[in-house]
Structure formats: C-alpha cells, structure tokens
C-alpha cells in the first residue's frame, strides 16, 4: 500500500494552514493569557435570539428548510437590506441563507471561477480568501494596500494587477484586519475599474453593522454595480451569533442560481433553529447599537493607548481590530506576536498571516471587556520599552 499521504490532494497538501490557529494554540496552553486575537463579539448573543430558537424547538421546528432558507427570513433579509443600504434584492431568488460568511465565500468562487481564472484580492485580507480562490480552481492575486495610506485600495495600483484572466476583485469593507472603510467615492474607484475591465466584485461586508463615523455604503448600491456584485454577509459580528454559523449571499438571480446549485449538493440547507434565531435578530434589533457603542468607546481607548505604546495606528472605521505598526521595535510581525505572547502574555496575530502588505503590523481585537484592555495596554506598553 502507498503511503497514506500520497492519497491526499496536491492542493491541499500544499496549503498553508491559517496563521491565526497557531498563537491561539500557543495561547490555550498558557495561564493568565489575554487574548487579543479572537475575531469575534464578547457579547453573548441577546436573550430574545436566543429565546427564539429555544421557542423553534420546542414547537418541534427541526426539519430541512428549503435550499436557499425559510422563505420569511429572506424576505426579512431583503427588507433589512432595502432599509439599511438601500438595496433592492428578490428573495424568491436573490438571496440563499448559508452555513455563515465563509461558506457564501466558497460558493461564490466555486460558482464563478473557472480553471486558471484570476482572483485580485486586496490585502491585508481575512486568511480564507485566497485558499478558497485555490480549492476553486483559480489562481488568487494579492493586491497591497499600505498602512500610510491607512489600507485603502490605491486604483491605479489595482488596475496594474488586470490580466486577460482576471474575473473578479475581491474586496472586504469594513476590512479585517485593518478595520479600513471603503467611502462611496473609494467603491465607485473600484467600481469603474470593474466596469472598465468587465470584472465582477465579491464585497464581503459582514462587519457592515459595525462601522463607527460615516454612514456605511455597500457596493452593490454603486451605479451600475448591483448586477456585478455578489454580497457577502450574516449575523456573526454585527449581531454577536459566531456560534451559529449563519450567514448570507445576495445577488443578482443568475448568479444566485448557480450558487444555489452548489449550495443544495454541499450543505443542503443552514440549520433551522438558527435561521429563525437570525429573523427574530432582525425583527428586534435594538442591542445592535449598544454593542457598536460599546465597541466605539473601545476602539477609541486602545488606538490612543497603542500610539502612546509608540506602536502607531490609524484610526479604523469599523469593525473591531486595530492594526498597530511594529516597525519601529525592529522585530518582524511574529517575532514581535512571539514574544509578546511568551513575556506579557498577551496574545495577538501577527499582520503578515494577512498578507505580505500586513507584514510589520500586528492585528489587535478589542472585543474584550475595558478592564482585559487596559491590562493588555499596560503590557503592551511595558514590552515596547523593555525592547
């Protein structure tokens, strides 16, 4: 018999695994960690989400849905979407509830890419894009964007990355792990270039709720832009329900009906007590404001507390991570995560697991409590002049 390992694929024996397990492994095994790294809420999902499943099974609501989710929770999305983004999408065929963001990701490039088809994916970006170009069968092409211009999408530097192959840019606003906004003048950049070059756009907009300045504006809302797009999103950041795994796609028809495809022989169905979790999330919605307040104040004190650190970083628009410079100890991203992990025992991600153009940074969650903040922070600022 061969070797075990000579039955696995090529691609996936060549994949990297995610750089984030790795310090979070190292983390697990230690007593008295801070973690700054997990990417999800410290709340717990509110009393009414979850009361609302709980009622689901007690009325014996435990059977398949159809394919693309229960009927009221689409047209629950499409009104949300309509309400929020002004966006107007057909639930009948426009909209599939999926098993979170990350499998709306995967069925969309399985569902759009061809073999050797290009993939530009700004970055810093989440780890998962780019394998996902891969298992798809495309090549994914990283697109930097640079901290000094506070990781927004430089046009000219994209267009340069077009190619005879290219057949979508991938984009994520509000970015993680840079917390960056894309402005309605910034998407409709991107968009000319898209129209320009008859390119689709993958918008993953999941951290949509939780941006802090501006009014947020979602591509598909851009001229032109709504037939071009596939939206990314679900309940997990916005609505604190990570654990339930939902989330969605919304796009034009033609798309929807090819990813539906993919969706109903992979998955069959997202899970039912937690679909009519996520209408009763929409339906009655008021803690949302509270946690982006809270994550507000939050975001405010550890960007002040890094600069003072001498770690600089920008101000993010949204989401909950802040991408503080390390440049300026001399250490590389996970010389600097290393070491502060095994000296202060906090525990962040270094920014090049992000990307090349993350490389000298280090992503920093403040979904934590203030007091594990303001701990941290001390840390932090101690390890920084101990260098």
Known sequence: MKTLNSYLSETVINMKPSGIRKFFDLAANMEGVISLGVGEPDFVTPWNVREACILSLEQGFTSYTANAGLYELREKISEYLFKRFDLQYDPAEEIIVTVGASQAIDIAFRSIINSGDEVLIIEPCFVSYAPLVTLAGGKPVSVSTFGEEEFKVNPEILEKYITSKTKAIMICTPNNPTGTVLSKKELEAVAQIAKR??????????????????????????????????????????????????GYIAADRVFARAMLKVHQYSIMCAPTMAQYAALEALENDEDVLYMRKSYQRRRNYIVQSLNEAGLFCHMPGGAFYAFPSIKSTGLSSEEFAERLLLEEKVAVVPGNVFGQSGEGYIRCSYASSMEQLQEAMKRIKRFVQSL
Do not use: H, N, Q
């Not at 756009?201 to 596939?230: F, H, N, Q, W």
């Open 197 to 246: 070059y008859d390119l689709l756009v993958v918008a993953d907009e999941i951290y949509a709720e939780l941006c802090y300045e501006d009014e947020y504006v979602s591509m598909p809302s851009i001229e032109g832009m709504k037939e071009r797009t596939i939206l990314i999103s679900g309940f997990s950041k916005g609505f604190a329900m990570t654990g339930w795994r939902l």
